[in-house]
């Protein structure tokens, strides 16, 4: 697909004889795309797969149009990669880290050491750039392997768990930097995480994935918006047999906090107000009384638990 | 008007080197690291002694030559010079080599590197070429630079004439040594993340190896048993390269397979560890 950044062929990776990730084909278009899923989904192992880090027993992947088996050195001279664990080079300090990355990815000696010093002060760490990294707190670690990942500047970015071990403020930070990355300075981008509003904020579209399988794609609004109607319901009485008649209606029931079920309506909607009476009819049936019924408007969390409630 | 600088990100739009250079960028910083370790450079500086030694030798011979009869200086001379220095061989190859790859592991370093435009061989390659350069420095330059003295100091290249063989020896030899030992050293860094646990297990190589031969000489009476010894191995081909009869009882060619295996054992243990994901079976 000319307009995909990355695209999977019937991928499968295994470590031995556990499967990390099994018959993937997805494609993620160029913007900020999240990849989603809960631990243990294969997210990590799919980005390593990209990398080159570990070879699919079967299918094909290519980086920006390049076979990442035939030519690994062209498709990572491409990419910035933000991994998930904590990782540096012992002894150096946060100007002399960057640039050694840079001059890793080909850039000339004295054009590395002035991109590290652009990139740290892009990310935040200006003022803490001579400092030895071992010094560093986990916030300025994450800023710091966001710099390495950007100083070649890279057509294609992949953060695994950009913002974990990060305070609010910094991880606000964090996420305003990705978004500020790929809505305004053109770096395409792909964000692992199990943090659905990082997504939610950072990416237009989604990959979600569970047990190494997709179990959705598309882009965020298309996949909250028309597949469902979703309804807040808080009822006095018996509250089982009145979510049972609601499944049996064919909608589906999510529980939330404080009593309330979130009632997801599928189809078209014929009649404005139809929903709520069919809501209103079934409580009527079982013998509850509505006390609080209004529209909800769907969020990627509804779409995740949609998507991997379903595979 | 001037032009406004945008002082955010900023596209790159400079020169790009071709891939597979990036050895040559690990293995100068890791150069200079060593060197920046004060007591490190006062090592290297150290093992040029035996050299200053081997100087002043020559140049008494030119001035009393009858020093040669008591202290002589031929092809032997230069593989002793050679293997003295096997002691520096050593302490070089603990100091600058066991941190190469245990501390990247350590820092969890490798992802960082694996996910630049590099090969893995193209790692090893360049934390092989920080230990080789240092090895080289204390074993092949001192041997060759006592060559050039011995020249200078006779003013004639009679000696070069008469003992052809002494130049490649001299490079062959110091090359056996630099590679074996930086090797063995990088295989063993790659074990660990611990750079004390590496130079524990380097010294333990060496010295247990031989600790066995010495036991089992004292069992069987016999140096068959030499190829047990990293050393005795290395030991026993350098007197074939110097065109001396081998000090072991043990075939050379047993030595030189026993050497090259354990090249090949270093190289396997590389491949496997030195990878963007440790796998854990």
């Given at each position: 697909m000319a307009d995909s950044a990355v695209t999977l062929d019937h991928v499968s990776v295994a470590y031995g004889k556990q499967a990390a990730l099994r018959d993937v084909s997805v494609a993620f278009p160029k913007g900020a795309v999240g990849l989603l899923g809960p631990n243990g989904a294969g997210k990590s192992t799919m980005l390593k797969a990209l990398l080159g880090f570990v070879a699919p027993k079967t299918g094909r992947l290519q980086v920006l149009g390049l076979n990442v088996a035939e030519r690994p050195l062209?498709?990572?001279?491409?990419?910035?990669?933000?991994?998930?664990?904590?990782?540096?080079?012992?002894?150096?300090?946060?100007?002399?880290?960057?640039?050694?990355?840079?001059?890793?990815?080909?850039?000339?000696?004295?054009?590395?050491?002035?991109?590290?010093?652009?990139?740290?002060?892009?990310?935040?760490?200006?003022?803490?750039?001579?400092?030895?990294?071992?010094?560093?707190?986990?916030?300025?670690?994450?800023?710091?392997?966001?710099?390495?990942?950007?100083?070649?500047?890279?057509?294609?970015?992949?953060?695994d768990e950009p913002t974990n071990g990060m305070d609010p403020k910094g991880r606000e930070e964090m996420l305003e930097l990705i978004r500020d990355l790929a809505h305004n300075k053109g770096v395409d981008l792909i964000l692992s995480s199990h943090l659905l509003p990082d997504v939610e904020y950072t990416c237009d579209h989604v990959v979600v994935l569970d047990k190494g399988a997709i179990a959705t794609s598309g882009s965020i609004d298309q996949l909250k918006g028309p597949s469902a109607r979703v309804y807040e319901v808080r009822v006095k009485g018996p509250h089982a047999p009145f979510v049972a008649a609601l499944v049996a209606a064919g909608m589906r029931c999510e529980e939330s906090d404080e009593d309330v079920t979130r009632v997801f309506v599928p189809g078209p909607l014929v009649v404005p107000g139809e929903d709520q009476q069919r809501i209103c009819a079934e409580a009527l049936k079982c013998g509850v009384q509505v006390r609080h019924l209004r529209t909800s408007l769907p969020s990627l969390e509804d779409v995740f638990a949609r998507a991997v409630g379903e595979s | 008007m001037s032009p406004i600088h945008d002082q955010s990100y900023r596209h790159y739009e400079g020169e790009r080197r071709a891939l597979g250079r990036a050895w040559s960028v690990i293995a100068r910083t890791g150069i200079q690291s060593s060197l920046s370790r004060r007591w490190f450079a006062v090592l290297l500086v150290v093992s040029w002694l035996p050299f200053v030694v081997g100087t002043i030798q020559i140049y008494a011979l030119t001035l009393y030559p009858q020093v040669n009869q008591i202290w002589?200086?031929?092809?032997?001379?230069?593989?002793?010079?050679?293997?003295?220095?096997?002691?520096?061989?050593?302490?070089?190859?603990?100091?600058?080599?066991?941190?190469?790859?245990?501390?990247?592991?350590?820092?969890?370093?490798?992802?960082?590197?694996?996910?630049?435009?590099?090969?893995?061989?193209?790692?090893?390659?360049?934390?092989?070429?920080?230990?080789?350069?240092?090895?080289?420095?204390?074993?092949?330059?001192?041997?060759?630079?006592?060559?050039?003295?011995?020249?200078?100091?006779?003013?004639?290249?009679?000696?070069?004439r008469a003992n052809m063989y002494v130049v490649p020896s001299v490079i062959l030899a110091s090359l056996m040594r630099v590679l074996i030992s930086a090797a063995t050293m990088l295989a063993l860094s790659s074990l660990s993340k611990s750079t004390r646990f590496v130079a524990i297990l380097y010294a333990g190589a060496i010295f247990f190896t031989n600790a066995i031969y010495v036991l089992l000489v004292a069992i069987t009476g016999s140096t068959r048993v030499a190829w047990v010894s990293i050393g005795a191995n290395m030991e026993n081909v350098t007197d074939v390269m110097f065109r001396q009869p081998p000090r072991y009882e043990t075939p050379v060619i047993v030595s030189i397979l026993i050497?090259?295996?354990?090249?090949?054992?270093?190289?396997?243990?590389?491949?496997?560890?030195?990878?963007?994901?440790?796998?854990v079976a």
């Open positions: 062209e498709v990572r001279s491409r990419l910035g990669y933000m991994p998930e664990n904590d990782g540096h080079i012992p002894g150096m300090n946060a100007v002399t880290f960057v640039a050694y990355c840079g001059q890793l990815s080909g850039l000339p000696k004295t054009d590395a050491m002035q991109r590290a010093h652009e990139v740290l002060y892009y990310v935040g760490l200006g003022e803490a750039r001579y400092r030895k990294l071992e010094e560093y707190s986990t916030g300025m670690k994450q800023r710091i392997k966001l710099a390495q990942a950007l100083v070649h500047d890279p057509a294609l970015l992949f953060l | 002589p200086v031929d092809a032997h001379r230069f593989m002793q010079f050679i293997e003295q220095q096997s002691i520096w061989v050593f302490f070089v190859t603990i100091f600058a080599g066991s941190g190469l790859i245990a501390n990247d592991r350590r820092a969890n370093a490798l992802q960082i590197y694996l996910s630049k435009p590099l090969l893995r061989s193209e790692y090893i390659g360049g934390k092989f070429a920080v230990l080789a350069t240092f090895l080289m420095f204390v074993t092949l330059l001192p041997a060759l630079l006592l060559l050039v003295m011995q020249v200078m100091f006779a003013g004639n290249l009679d000696f070069l050497l090259l295996g354990l090249l090949a054992v270093s190289f396997s243990v590389l491949e496997r560890r030195v990878r963007g994901v440790e796998i």
